[in-house]
């Protein structure tokens, strides 16, 4: 037995018991004569703690196997049971307090309390999960999201770190994030629309999108878009809406690097924003109401298809984006800064932020890279939106873009003629 402070392992029996009473509470409210209750399970929880405390594997193992082998006999005997939670949430309970009296580990006695606070919330849901899972999702939903989970947790961690091929353009972490930011924009906007009505929901996926990628979701909603042609107007002012929100989180990043270029850039990008944000409450406005706030029923929140369509453009674009830098990176700053916004807006801000910052440019050459830079994305999420959405919502994309990138440019003229 490991030697243990007097205080540390009554602290290490109190949780385990605090766990115990957690649980067994919240059994004892749905308890029937032919379940576990509370006092059952304060004991199997001090007999966690206190297998915790010794920290003998072989008494461990005998009393959790005691344990189990007695609910089993238990539940065996009572021919009305036609659930086994209340055991399997002995059986939590018991390691769960173990957990938290293991010594010398203060993090894992924290996680186990969370867990089991975790534990009584979902016991104690079980009709709104039942109601959940068998009323509001549906199967193709629930398969979707299968799918959209396995692409983050089992496809990303095999894929290799690093850049390969020719100009060391293809790099398949890099893209295969860009699929996981298409498909999970498009994946929570869709139970979004669902459980808070089109109108609001279209909404927080823009404010989402454009906080997360723009480009992600100019595609997700043009993709959307395919499937309901008919709300062309929503998707136009998710897309307004998503791509104003870009510039004031690309001045908040400009702002940690260089905060002299963020001041410089600020009546630019707060005009732009402005600019955006007042054509989608002009576009919000003229939105049908009713059309608004109807809930989505039925569809399909992820498709594989189409994300991995959109992966291997993205690869192509950047591999030409990476080719011609290299070629003609030598012509200077503003080559680089075009053809490098076109794929990532944000990088590109952040090192013409780091030249400026190291003297090798004026702040007006910068800010005039900065403009090229989110004017070259602009075009190609205007491309993509042609692509994955119609003629139709590109010129209408493009609308935007031009009435953000207009106030903007007048404003940096308006600037450079004051100065």
Not at 189 to 200: A, E, N, P
Not at 264 to 275: G, H, N, Q
Request: charged share 15%; hydrophobic share 55%; with cysteine.
């Amino acid at each position: 037995m490991p030697e243990v402070p007097i205080s540390e392992a009554a602290l290490g029996l109190v949780e385990a018991l605090l766990i115990g009473l957690l649980i067994g509470a919240e059994r004892e409210a749905q308890k029937d004569k032919s379940q576990a209750g509370l006092r059952d399970f304060l004991l199997v929880a001090l007999t966690g703690g206190i297998c915790g405390l010794l920290q003998q594997p072989w008494l461990t193992v005998a009393a959790l196997l005691s344990i189990t082998i007695m609910l089993s006999v238990y539940y065996l005997r009572c021919e009305t049971r036609t659930g086994i939670t209340t055991e399997m949430a002995a059986v939590a309970t018991f390691c769960v307090a173990l957990m938290a009296s293991a010594p010398g580990n203060p993090a894992a006695s924290k996680l186990a309390i969370a867990a089991a606070v975790v534990m009584v919330a979902f016991l104690g849901a079980k009709s709104a999960l039942h109601r959940f899972v068998r009323k509001t999702i549906t199967e193709t939903e629930f398969n979707d999201t299968l799918w959209f989970l396995a692409i983050i947790f089992v496809i990303l961690p095999l894929l290799p770190e690093g850049r390969f091929g020719p100009y060391g353009a293809f790099e398949p972490r890099k893209i295969w994030f860009f699929v996981i930011l298409v498909s999970s924009i498009s994946y929570v906007g869709y139970f979004f629309q669902k459980f808070l009505g089109s109108g609001t929901g279209l909404k927080l996926t823009a404010v989402l999108g454009g906080l997360a990628s723009t480009t992600a979701a100019t595609l997700a909603f043009a993709r959307e878009l395919k499937e309901k042609p008919d709300e062309m107007r929503n998707y136009w002012y998710a897309a307004v809406l998503a791509n104003a929100i870009q510039f004031p989180r690309l001045l908040v990043i400009l702002w940690v690097v260089n905060a002299d270029l963020a001041l410089a850039a600020l009546p630019v990008f707060l005009a732009m924003t402005i600019a955006g944000l007042l054509m989608g409450f002009f576009l919000s406005s003229r939105l049908d109401p009713k059309a608004a706030e109807e809930q989505v029923n039925a569809g399909n929140p992820f498709r594989l298809a189409p994300a991995l369509q959109f992966g291997a453009i993205f690869a192509v674009i950047i591999f030409v984006s990476e080719a011609a830098t290299t070629e003609f990176g030598g012509e200077g700053l503003h080559v680089a800064s075009a053809l490098g916004g076109a794929i990532d807006a944000d990088a590109v801000s952040l090192s013409v932020a780091s030249v400026q910052q190291q003297g090798t440019v004026d702040m007006q050459t910068a800010l005039w890279d900065l403009l090229l830079a989110l004017f070259m994305n602009a075009l190609l999420k205007t491309g993509l939106a042609g692509y994955a959405g119609g003629r139709s919502f590109a010129l209408r994309v493009a609308a935007g873009f031009a009435v953000m990138f207009g106030a903007g440019a007048a404003t940096a003229l308006l600037a450079a003629g004051m100065g």
